[in-house]
């Protein structure tokens, strides 16, 4: 096996198992992010099929976005206290289990089991979510950006995946559409855990207190401050119009094939600036990269204004995913800035954990503005957490130029 070498500050492992980490942390980035995928594309349509109300369309999504939320914190302290390998297989377990409820949910036409494997399907992602950070584990300082991007750029294969997924077995069996798309989800989630399995990392040791800063110490620095509250809105407006994006497109009379081009094309967009992002951020600043994101973000959202044929809404997606990119790549890349190397499983979970708490209102929301007052005022609410984004970005800036 290759040397490990490790210092009581920063660890490193040796150059062969930082590339062999990074490979297969993309592979399953590219694998649980297909699994989102299937949930974000079929999940608004289920749901309105399922449902005993209109309103209710979208609360498996709502809920997958809860279920991100209720699960990072204990992710990230089982990983902290076993190690994250031992987060991975958990993680991959649920991913299994969505599938398999949600196949079963639609045999038994069960809305609220339905919501169950949704919520499952969320613990998963939670778990997936960690893997960004796993892979800066190990490599030097000035590397963990490039490090964060490049496994973040397996979300690339994950539209194209999960999107065919979709598109090649819907209509398996004709009697219970998308049973066999769920089936197919939870081998895909069994695959990644494999992947997973080899992934090296420092085990935590055992017995050993706590050594970092309080939670609250972190968490009140502006900087910490800034980068959450920018990932909270990238992600929030993503989310916000990507799990409305496929059923408008049914209400504007478009086919569900479309919906799912629709939602692969913008999850490509999602990742495949990663390529090139963590160069950009170590060149503009993560800060100057997340603001660019930001605005991106809003100029999407405006072109959902200028009409409701298909090509406005891949248009829409896309450039939605390339902002979404930049602005949460970017306010990852602050969280990094903020924490010490005994601190990051807290700080960087307990991020995650307010972002998707943030991003889990916004997304209950967004069925009932859609099935109420229709698309565009989805599209008026999304410039709301924007705006306070770049709010708390020009009243914290002068504190960002300084350190921790």
Not at 14 to 25: E, T
Not at 228 to 249: D, E, H, R, W
Request: include cysteine; aromatic fraction near 12%.
């Amino acid at each position: 096996m290759p040397k490990l070498s490790a210092t009581n500050i920063n660890e490193t492992f040796d150059s062969q198992v930082q590339k062999s980490n990074l490979w297969r942390l993309a592979l399953a980035q590219a694998l649980s992010g297909a699994n989102s995928v299937v949930l974000y594309a079929t999940g608004a349509v289920v749901g309105s099929t399922l449902a005993p109300t209109a309103i209710l369309a979208t609360l498996p999504i709502s809920i997958f976005v809860l279920g991100m939320a209720i699960c990072v914190l204990p992710a990230g302290e089982l990983a902290r206290q076993y190690g994250r390998q031992a987060s991975f297989m958990a993680g991959t377990g649920a991913g299994v289990l969505t599938g398999i409820l949600a196949a079963v949910s639609l045999y038994l036409d069960s809305f609220w089991l339905y919501s169950i494997s949704a919520l499952f399907g969320g613990a998963y992602a939670a778990v997936a979510l960690s893997f960004r950070f796993a892979a800066t584990d190990g490599v030097p300082v000035n590397k963990r950006a490039q490090a964060l991007s490049m496994v973040m750029a397996g979300g690339v294969a994950a539209g194209v995946i999960g999107s065919q997924l979709v598109t090649h077995t819907m209509h398996f069996w004709t009697d219970k559409m998308f049973a066999a798309t769920f089936i197919a989800q939870a081998i895909v989630a069994a695959i990644a855990g494999i992947i997973l399995f080899g992934v090296k990392s420092i085990k935590p040791p055992r017995h050993q207190p706590y050594s970092g800063r309080p939670l609250v110490k972190i968490a009140l620095q502006p900087r910490f401050i800034s980068a959450v509250i920018c990932g909270a809105a990238s992600y929030m407006v993503m989310n916000f119009l990507m799990t409305s994006a496929p059923l408008a497109m049914h209400m504007h009379g478009h086919s569900q094939e479309s919906a799912n081009l629709g939602v692969q094309w913008h999850v490509i967009a999602m990742y495949a600036p990663s390529f090139f992002t963590g160069r950009l951020i170590t060149r503009f600043g993560a800060a100057r990269i997340s603001i660019f994101g930001i605005m991106l973000t809003a100029i999407s959202a405006s072109i959902g204004f200028l009409g409701e044929g298909v090509y406005h809404f891949y248009a829409l997606l896309i450039l939605l995913g390339i902002g979404w990119n930049f602005g949460f790549l970017g306010a990852s890349a602050l969280v990094l800035e903020t924490q010490r190397s005994e601190e990051k499983n807290r700080a960087q979970s307990f991020s995650d954990f307010i972002v998707f708490g943030l991003v889990a209102i916004g997304s209950f929301s967004s069925g009932g503005l859609l099935s109420t007052y229709g698309w565009h005022t989805v599209l008026w609410a999304s410039f709301i957490p924007l705006l306070l984004a770049l709010v708390i970005l020009i009243v914290t800036k002068k504190y960002n130029r300084k350190g921790m």
